[in-house]
């Protein structure tokens, strides 16, 4: 049992590139979550996604920001024209469907913006 | 809207002493209250959780005591060891809605 498995660990992009932050979530977990942590702050949720759905977003800044968890492959979250703003550590959980029984976190991206 | 808030933010124990964190909710739908440790550099980790049928989970030397009527939730953790140095989390979900609200998070430090 892998866990949840994210990459990069760590992603450098200069100022108006695009990053791509991978997710993908235990087996048998068909549920996954996003959040970004702003150093020396806690866990800020961004979106919720099931496969091919997203249920919520409204953590999501409105522009610049989308992510996507396609029927095949991992979860995908993708910022376009990133700012020094950012930088930050991302986290991705998955959880099993139907009710809460907790999250599995991976591991982090840690992107900085340059 | 901050739905889970958390405190202190940073707690200094001697070692062999008590950490007490302490948590407070605002939404009655929540039924699911996890605490979470975090160590530098690693994403959080699942350390114990507690539903609202009980008033109290203990695992070893953690323990979380729940107040239902408070909205109110805290995490002891027993003879603290430097080992327990880290940040810890407070959450709150409701099971109809697998969204899962984060405290702010407590930074811990234990003294040797």
């Known amino acids: 049992n892998a866990g949840v498995m994210q990459n990069p660990r760590h992603l450098v992009r200069r100022r108006g590139q695009e990053a791509r932050l991978r997710c993908s979530p235990m087996k048998g977990h068909s549920h996954v979550y996003w959040y970004r942590q702003l150093p020396e702050e806690g866990l800020k949720f961004m979106v919720y996604l099931q496969k091919e759905n997203i249920i919520d977003e409204s953590g999501m800044p409105k522009e610049r920001f989308s992510a996507e968890f396609p029927k095949e492959g991992p979860s995908i979250l993708r910022i376009q024209q990133v700012v020094r703003g950012d930088s930050a550590a991302y986290f991705c959980?998955?959880?099993?469907?139907?009710?809460?029984?907790?999250?599995?976190f991976g591991s982090g991206t840690r992107l900085t913006v340059v | 809207q901050q739905q889970v808030k958390q405190s202190p933010q940073s707690l200094i124990v001697q070692k062999g002493g008590i950490s007490i964190i302490n948590c407070a909710y605002e939404n009655t739908a929540f039924d699911y209250f996890p605490w979470y440790q975090q160590f530098p550099g690693k994403g959080p980790a699942l350390l114990i959780a507690i539903r609202p049928d009980v008033s109290e989970k203990k695992e070893g030397r953690f323990t979380i005591s729940f107040n239902k009527s408070a909205k109110q939730f805290s995490l002891h953790i027993m003879d603290s060891q430097p080992g327990d140095s880290a940040t810890y989390f407070c959450a709150a979900s409701a099971w109809h809605n697998n969204d899962m609200r984060f405290g702010a998070g407590t930074r811990l430090t234990v003294k040797p």
């Open positions: 959980a998955s959880s099993p469907p139907a009710v809460s029984y907790g999250y599995t």
